[in-house]
């Protein structure tokens, strides 16, 4: 029977000297990566995926985008719906004003599949609805966007 107690496994410096400003946590990620894994933002610009490796909570560093974020407390998010239909995909705010969706299981550098552009003052929070139709955006000078993912012609995604 479970107790409810909590035991510290693992301490990890995620990036020397960086805030941590948002960490996410995800049991899998796709059927393509079926690992637990932590998104984390640190603020030494970067986005950063860790592999949960074992029962003993050792992390490896899976993936390390790169975004602006130095100074504002910047959060991201998975995407299950959209990585499990298209391919695992993590958003995240920046300070350079945009929303970022970098797709994680691509092996080469070019992993933004989309940017979106609106704000005028760094994107500090992310957020989708339940079936991921829309995503809010918010940033430092007190907006908050909605965008609608379209949907393709001829399907039903």
């Not at 030494?44 to 975004?67: E, H, M, Q, W, Y």
């Not at 499990?84 to 705010?93: D, I, N, P």
């Not at 929070?125 to 079936?131: K, R, T």
Request: glycine letters at 6%.
């Amino acid at each position: 029977m479970a107790t409810g107690k909590l035991t510290k496994l693992k301490r990890l410096v995620a990036s020397e000297g960086a805030a941590v400003t948002c960490i996410s946590a995800r049991s899998w990620i796709s059927r393509e990566a079926r690992d637990p894994s932590l998104l984390v933002n640190v603020s030494a610009n970067a986005l950063c995926l860790f592999r949960v490796a074992d029962d003993s909570g050792t992390l490896k560093l899976r993936r390390r985008f790169p975004i602006r974020q130095r100074d504002w407390n910047v959060h991201s998010s998975f995407c299950p719906l959209i990585s499990f239909r298209q391919g695992a995909c993590v958003v995240t705010g920046s300070e350079d004003m945009c929303v970022y969706f970098f797709e994680i299981e691509r092996d080469s550098r070019a992993c933004c599949v989309n940017k979106l552009q609106g704000h005028g003052a760094p994107v500090l929070d992310v957020c989708f609805n339940y079936d991921e139709s829309l995503l809010a955006s918010s940033d430092a000078s007190g907006l908050v966007i909605i965008w609608k993912r379209e949907k393709k012609a001829g399907l039903n995604v």
